[in-house]
């Protein structure tokens, strides 16, 4: 809880948000949805960077689609800009975000920042390989998803660096994706999320892309499961075996939803019918 905050900013420019945030005991808020899982009780100024114009837009072009940090979920679920293979399921993903009041109000940026378990988007900007612009005042860099969710957006930003831009290229022919979640009710966590992308060529895998989060503490990308379908045919028997390798890469996180073991049993499952989905879609 922030019991120690005195300042508000609400910065107009990127430049000025980066000067505000590299100041000790100050940080960012935009959606503020996980606010009150802040472990960081010693923060005394809080800068909401949702009125910096230049975070806030989504737009697709041939190759590109580009999300403002401060693009809402609801937005991304809604748009008539997002089309094609990409820009459709990060628009179902979307959808499968808690309710319309906190898609209204959670960021893209926030998003992926507050890494946890039960995020949505994560997971898809894993599978379509996207990369994140993080801005500290005007210089920028560009790094791949997997880079910046591996080493923990906390620890990859530098102080006074936002996440200012996703960017997720647009797969077109012989690819498909898939999205599915295990939830309880539509409004609870999820017990498991995976999600798949494939493309074919003459017939083979010619790139393979499984990710999960639920049964993890963050989005993940079974790397091994995914080098081992490179190359090879689409048939059932190395598509279970894919889904054995995904579901035995990681140590399995547990709540009172569901045990580890049931986790694990399941988790294959939905790999294996995830990529079975992908597989069809990449052959229409
Ligand atoms: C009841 C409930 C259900 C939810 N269900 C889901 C769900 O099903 N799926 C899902 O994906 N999400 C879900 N969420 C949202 C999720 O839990 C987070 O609250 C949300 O993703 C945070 O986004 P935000 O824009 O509100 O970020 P904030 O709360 O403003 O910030 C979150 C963290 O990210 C940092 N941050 C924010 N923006 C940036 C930036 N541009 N650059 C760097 N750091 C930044 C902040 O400093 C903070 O540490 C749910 C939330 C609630 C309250």
Known sequence: MLKKLTQFYHPTTIEEACKLLAKPKTAVIAGG??????????????????HIKELSHLEQDASTIKIGA??????????????????????????TVAATALRNTIT?????????????????????????VCRLGKPKRTVSVVQIINDTPAKFLKKGEIISEIQVPCFGDNTGCDFRKQIKTHH?????????????????ISEARIACNAVTPFPFRCQEAEKF??????????IEKAAEKAANSFKYREDFRASKEYRQEVFQVMVRRSLEASIEAAKK
């Open 188 to 204: 609870d966590y999820p017990t498991i999320t995976a999600a798949s992308r494939i493309t074919l060529k003459n017939g083979m």
């Open 108 to 132: 893209a940026g926030g998003n992926l920042a507050a890494q946890l378990w039960w995020s949505d988007l994560p997971v898809a900007y894993l599978i379509l390989d996207a990369e994140v």
């Open 229 to 238: 379908l490179v190359g090879k045919k689409p048939s059932a028997e190395n």
């Open 70 to 95: 401060t693009t809402t979920i609801q937005e991304i679920y809604k748009s008539d800009k997002l089309k094609g293979l990409s820009g459709n399921f990060l628009k179902q993903v979307a959808g």
């Open 33 to 50: 949805t996980a606010e009150a899982l802040r472990k960081d009780d010693s923060v005394e100024a809080l800068v909401d960077i949702t």
